[in-house]
T-cell receptor, first 114, second 111 residues
């Protein structure tokens, strides 16, 4: 596709449930990033993939958060036992090769945990 | 700790006004500074700055970086209602892959 796409655009879940958020990067981009943006804040880094491997996962807040990118293209961010504090917009970005290339963002998934 | 501070937090202007948005940073081993415009959810890329004193320009928008004083400004001339958005500043450090964002400046342009 022309840009980064993310699904779903909105997700409402109950506390304690499991959710999966999907990111489809720009075709040919090998680097993929997940960020989380809380209301009134800038995006905060979660994890970075180069190809299939997580090159930097230092931003994942705890072990309830996990992300995969099994074929080096689409990535899924998985959140177990969701908490109300997980409510935020989850943004995905991709760049052509390494992190020195510009990161292009998708429209995000707004997650609401009730 | 690496950080980015943007000011003002919010700005309200009339169409035709010129605005200047500020971004100051503290980062170990600076590599680049980026500006993004966020209208709904997706931040859209505006500029990447790596060298001091070289202005980047795109239409009515321009930006410059001062690596000695550790700040950047984003100028928008002859503002239009379509410029209303949150403007995000981010920095990237050498040897890392993540962008560190400020909280953004919310710009509202009224006719």
């Amino acid at each position: 596709g022309a840009g980064v796409s993310q699904t779903p655009s909105n997700k409402v879940t109950e506390k304690g449930k499991y959710v999966e958020l999907r990111c489809d990067p720009i075709s040919g981009h090998t680097a993929l990033y997940w960020y989380r943006q809380s209301l009134g804040q800038g995006p905060e880094f979660l994890i970075y993939f180069q190809g299939t491997g997580a090159a930097d996962d230092s931003g994942l807040p705890n072990d309830r958060f996990f992300a995969v990118r099994p074929e080096g293209s689409v990535s899924t961010l998985k959140i177990q036992r969701t908490e109300r504090g997980d409510s935020a917009v989850y943004l995905c970005a991709s760049s052509l090769t390494t992190s020195t290339d510009t990161q292009y963002f998708g429209p995000g998934t707004r997650l609401t945990v009730l | 700790e690496d950080k980015v501070v943007q000011s003002p937090l919010s700005l309200v202007v009339h169409e035709g006004d010129t605005v200047t948005l500020n971004c100051s940073y503290e980062v170990t081993n600076f590599r680049s500074l980026l500006w993004y415009k966020q209208e709904k959810k997706a931040p859209t890329f505006l500029f990447m700055l790596t060298s001091s004193g070289i202005e980047k320009k795109s239409g009515r928008l321009s930006s410059i970086l001062d690596k000695k004083e550790l700040f950047s400004i984003l100028n928008i001339t002859a503002t239009q209602t379509g410029d209303s958005a949150i403007y995000l500043c981010a920095v990237e450090a050498q040897g890392t892959d993540k962008l560190i964002f400020g909280t953004g400046t919310r710009l509202q342009v009224f006719p």
